[in-house]
């Protein structure tokens, strides 16, 4: 079965960077890649997404900051978090459809903590 792996997640002082990363297995490649968020008593939110045509859409409250990309060769994506605040304090999935109707799999989480 597919999984998805993140990495790269760590407590940071505001203003410095993490870049994320996720890794699927399984012998599928996937199509489209998304990373979300969710903050304790917070709703999860999603932060970003590429699509298969490497179109990209981002929150408000990251645009200018946060760059998703994806190695296809690697069946890897990647989520590059620039000046960090501490309001971007969450729980990070990952998230990643294939196949006929978008089947999703979900990444385990990795805790991305920004505090002075």
């Known amino acids: 079965q597919v999984q998805l792996v993140e990495s790269g997640g760590g407590s940071v002082q505001p203003g410095e960077s993490l870049r994320l990363s996720c890794v699927a297995s399984?012998?599928?490649?996937?199509?489209?890649w998304g990373w979300y968020r969710q903050a304790p008593g917070k709703q999860r939110e999603l932060v970003a997404v590429i699509r298969n045509d490497d179109s990209t859409k981002y929150a408000d409250s990251v645009k200018g900051r946060f760059t998703i990309s994806r190695d296809n060769a690697k069946n890897t994506a990647f989520l590059q978090m620039n000046s960090l605040k501490p309001e971007d304090t969450a729980v990070y999935y990952c998230?990643?459809?294939?196949?006929?109707?978008?089947?999703?799999?979900w990444g385990q989480g990795t805790q991305v903590t920004v505090s002075s």
């Open positions: 998230v990643a459809t294939y196949g006929v109707g978008a089947v999703e799999c």
């Open positions: 399984g012998g599928i490649s996937m199509e489209g």
